[in-house]
């Protein structure tokens, strides 16, 4: 669809194209941007109807979550400690979107600091789920997510620490892509859990993650935990290869208590397809799956405590009423700048990296980490894909776990084990409950997008889940 539309728009007016998308949104009720960059993308608009330039994204609008830098655009995290904040320079994805001739269209609400299932902590109110106004749109890249599938952006850029591109791709019933950790420049994503995140693209299909995954991917020397191996590929070369002959493994720990009954339906409706299509499935075994949930929240947390220590809103960012000693300045900045769910989790990171409990708690989490990351190695070496439901149940109404942290928490039981492990990930379309979209998590080795996006085609060639749109004005 993005390569139909990138001629389409070298056909028509990318200024025609763009003015359409931001009259959507004006009339909008999902709350799915926190920021509009309208007269500098139309302005790049008219300028590229001028004289049209070359690139994979040539004149194609995007959309961007607020915890990517983007420079010259409010950014905030979706927080109120970073209100006002501007970065003087442009994260590594957005740097290769503009080479290639994107258009930036703002940035999308989400979880304060991507801490979230549901896109309920953001300091700028939840985005609705477009499916239904009254259900969450999933977290952290809610805002992602919805303005893909209710079209008011073609595309989008999410991140994903611990299911935040595969959650609100399940509930919206778009594709989200988590690449393997590596693949995508973290340079210029405002750090959550340095040791989990990775920037993935949410589109309508897996065609799309394909186009934007050869646009973002790639080595960058400023980045730290990038990989060498993450060399510039061609990403859609091959997805038309299908999944004959292939070997798809199904984890016994990804079913049973706590998945809906119609998403367990659905999942094994898809094993099915992909079985009609050639490829063959056994059941396979991830026993430290039960230790996945609370290894990842003491790391991300722990992690959390320290990358959120530097917002002190002395430098950038929120700076209310006169200046008193440093700790009582510094105290009533963050008291007041961080929401509930980022006080919660810098205090329990704290308190899980403090003298005398760091080897009880983190190390642990650490050693459980390798296990867990183990255990995916032995069943990618006999399988090729595992398959599994990205969430255990579909959206949920807005208010009715918020106020449940632990309830919350158990909902990235599918997701979470991914990010510990490092491996790629996507959620695709693969049916509805009770209107009500559903996600199919198919799981990768390390590098091996293609193989996971040949897959994902494969199974949307022949279903039309990811057609159906949601009725939204």
């Known amino acids: 669809m993005l390569a139909q539309l990138r001629e389409q728009?070298?056909?028509g007016s990318a200024e025609e194209y763009l003015s359409r998308l931001f009259d959507r949104i004006d009339r909008s009720k999902l709350n799915a941007f926190t920021t509009l960059d309208r007269e500098n993308a139309l302005g790049q608009a008219r300028e590229f109807d001028r004289s049209p330039r070359k690139g994979l994204m040539a004149g194609i609008p995007i959309a961007i979550k607020d915890g990517i830098s983007t420079m010259g655009i409010e950014t905030t995290c979706s927080s109120r400690i970073l209100k006002g904040y501007i970065p003087p320079y442009d994260a590594h994805v957005i740097e290769r979107l503009k080479a290639e001739g994107a258009i930036i269209m703002g940035k999308t609400?989400?979880?304060?600091?991507?801490?979230?299932?549901?896109?309920?902590?953001?300091?700028?109110?939840?985005?609705?789920?477009?499916?239904?106004?009254?259900r969450v749109p999933g977290g952290s890249s809610g805002g992602s997510a919805a303005c893909v599938a209710?079209?008011?952006?073609?595309?989008?850029l999410g991140s994903d620490t611990g299911g935040s591109v595969r959650c609100p791709a399940s509930f919206c019933g778009v594709v989200g892509l988590k690449p393997t950790y590596g693949l995508v420049s973290r340079y210029g994503l405002i750090a959550y859990a340095n040791s989990l995140e990775q920037i993935g693209p949410i589109t309508r299909t897996a065609e799309d993650s394909a186009f934007l995954l050869d646009?973002?991917?790639?080595?960058?020397?400023?980045?730290?935990?990038?990989?060498?191996?993450?060399?510039k590929g061609r990403y859609l070369d091959g997805l038309d290869g299908g999944v004959k002959d292939l070997l798809i493994g199904v984890p016994d720990e990804y079913f049973g208590e706590g998945v809906d009954p119609m998403v367990e339906k659905a999942v094994w409706d898809s094993v099915s397809v992909l079985e009609g299509l050639g490829a063959t499935w056994q059941r396979v075994s991830l026993p430290h799956t039960r230790y996945a949930l609370a290894t990842y929240?003491?790391?991300?947390?722990?992690?959390?405590?320290?990358?959120?220590?530097?917002?002190?809103?002395?430098?950038y960012g929120r700076r209310p009423g006169d200046d008193k000693d440093w700790h009582t300045t510094f105290s009533e900045i963050r008291s007041a700048g961080f929401g509930p769910e980022a006080k919660r989790r810098i205090l329990l990171g704290?308190?899980?990296l403090s003298a005398g409990y760091y080897g009880r708690y983190y190390l642990k989490a650490l050693q459980v980490r390798t296990l867990i990351k183990q255990d995916f190695e032995r069943a990618l070496?006999?399988?090729?894909?595992?398959?599994?439901?990205t969430m255990p149940f579909p959206a949920f109404r807005i208010g009715e776990r918020i106020s449940d942290p632990l309830s919350l928490y158990m909902a990235d039981i599918f997701t979470v084990p991914v990010n510990l492990a490092g491996v790629p990930a996507i959620s695709i379309p693969c049916g509805f409950a009770d209107g009500l979209p559903i996600g199919l998590q198919l799981i990768g080795r390390p590098f091996q997008e293609s193989l996971l996006l040949r897959a994902a085609q494969a199974y949307q060639a022949t279903t039309p889940h990811h057609l159906r749109t949601p009725e939204v004005a």
Not at 109 to 134: H, I, K, V, Y
Not at 218 to 228: L, Q, V, W
Not at 381 to 389: F, Q, R, T
Request: aromatic fraction near 8%; charged fraction near 20%.
């Open 350 to 352: 704290t308190y899980a």
């Open 381 to 389: 070496e006999k399988v090729d894909l595992l398959a599994s439901a």
């Open 215 to 231: 646009v973002i991917a790639g080595h960058d020397p400023r980045d730290s935990t990038s990989a060498p191996a993450a060399a």
């Open 150 to 156: 209710a079209g008011e952006a073609p595309c989008s």
């Open 109 to 134: 609400n989400m979880d304060e600091f991507a801490m979230g299932t549901s896109t309920e902590t953001s300091a700028f109110g939840p985005t609705r789920n477009p499916w239904d106004l009254q």
């Open 297 to 315: 929240y003491i790391i991300a947390m722990s992690e959390c405590s320290s990358n959120l220590a530097r917002f002190d809103g002395l430098r």
């Open 9 to 11: 728009i070298l056909a």
